[in-house]
């Protein structure tokens, strides 16, 4: 098997701290569901909650921190996805759950890293 790379190792000992950063955001509105969700539409009319947009900001906050050049696609952000990724590497951030239960995000990544 081929050894891991210096990024894909420092992604493996940063995202569980990260995750739990994450779940705690979700968690928080998923216990408030129903008293003040706001849900909001999307230009593609897909819904998207706040704790959609916290989440996401916090897990592009962190990979732009950790790895400041290797773009980062997400859903949330339209923006990201004109951005060029001409380069070997890219980071892609995918929901896992849909609106009204607790937000959770997934890194996606390529089979090699820097």
């Known amino acids: ?3 891991l790379s210096s990024t894909a190792r420092k992604l493996l000992e940063t995202a569980p701290a990260w995750m ?3 779940s ?3 968690m928080r509105h998923y216990e ?5 969700t706001e849900v909001m539409i999307k230009d593609d009319n897909s819904p998207l909650t706040r704790a959609d947009l916290e989440v996401d900001d916090l897990i592009v906050r962190l990979l732009s921190q950790q790895f400041d050049k290797v773009p980062v696609v997400t859903e949330e952000r339209a923006a990201s996805h004109a951005q060029s990724l001409s380069g070997a590497h890219s980071f892609w951030l995918i929901p ?3 609106p009204g239960s607790s937000s959770a995000s997934a ?3 390529p089979s090699t890293l820097p």
């Open 32 to 36: 408030m569901v129903g008293e003040a």
């Open 96 to 98: 896992l759950t849909g």
């Open 107 to 109: 890194v996606s990544l």
């Open 24 to 26: 705690a955001i979700a």
């Open 1 to 3: 098997m081929k050894p």
């Open 20 to 22: 739990v950063e994450a």
